[in-house]
Structures are given as structure tokens and as C-alpha cells.
């Protein structure tokens, strides 16, 4: 069972940025899809974000704002977030749209001022 573990989460002002990361405890995931994800209170998980075989796929309320990237060799996965939106306050959690490995416990992003 592959274990994942977000972080780069925070409070930051409208306008800002941040950078998520993913590791994953496994290895030679370089050929399996990622994504990030967010849940807001009282919403349901949503994708945000998805890379595979340098495929990158986004929802409509982030594109343009967010990337999404991979290290295979360090197997992290990043979500650069630009221009964040009170909007984009969730905790975001990794995972593998089609191995859907146990959620780790997520990062806090909140955007406020």
C-alpha cells in the first residue's frame, strides 16, 4: 500500500501563492497517473488537477493559475498555485485517480485577508 504525504499548505493573502507537495512511499510510480485534490467545508472532494504520461488536465476554476508537475526520481508530485482565491481555501490531498490509494491527511490552504 503506497502512503501519501502532503505539505506546503498555509494562510496567504488573495492574490498569492503556494506550492504543494506530494511524496508517495512507494517507488517506480513514474507511469501512474496523480492528482491533487481539494474539499471544502461542507463541499465534496473535487479534483483539481491531474499529470500523466505529461498529460496535464485541470478544472475550469483553476486553469490558468494552477500547475501540477511530478519528480519521478524523488516521487513528488507539486501543485503550483498562483493568483489564489478565498475560493481555493480546502485541504488539498494527492492521490491516483485509478489507484485511489488511502487518503493521507491533507494540507490546510486557506486564502484570506
Known amino acids: 500500500q503506497v502512503q501519501l504525504g502532503e505539505s506546503g499548505g498555509g494562510l496567504v493573502q488573495p492574490g498569492g501563492s503556494l506550492r504543494l507537495s506530494c511524496t508517495t512511499s512507494g517507488s517506480g510510480l513514474s507511469f501512474v497517473s496523480m492528482a491533487w485534490y481539494r474539499q471544502a467545508p461542507g463541499n465534496q472532494r473535487e479534483l483539481v488537477a491531474s499529470?500523466?504520461?505529461?498529460?496535464?488536465n485541470y478544472a475550469d476554476s483553476v486553469k490558468g493559475r494552477f500547475t501540477i508537475s511530478r519528480d519521478s526520481a524523488q516521487n513528488t508530485v507539486y501543485l503550483q498555485m498562483n493568483n489564489l482565491k478565498p475560493e481555493d481555501t480546502a485541504v488539498y490531498y494527492c492521490?491516483?485517480?485509478?489507484?485511489?490509494?488511502?487518503w493521507g491527511q491533507g494540507t490546510q490552504v486557506t486564502v484570506s485577508s
Open positions: 499529470i500523466f504520461n505529461g498529460y496535464k
Open positions: 492521490n491516483s485517480p485509478r489507484a485511489m490509494w488511502s
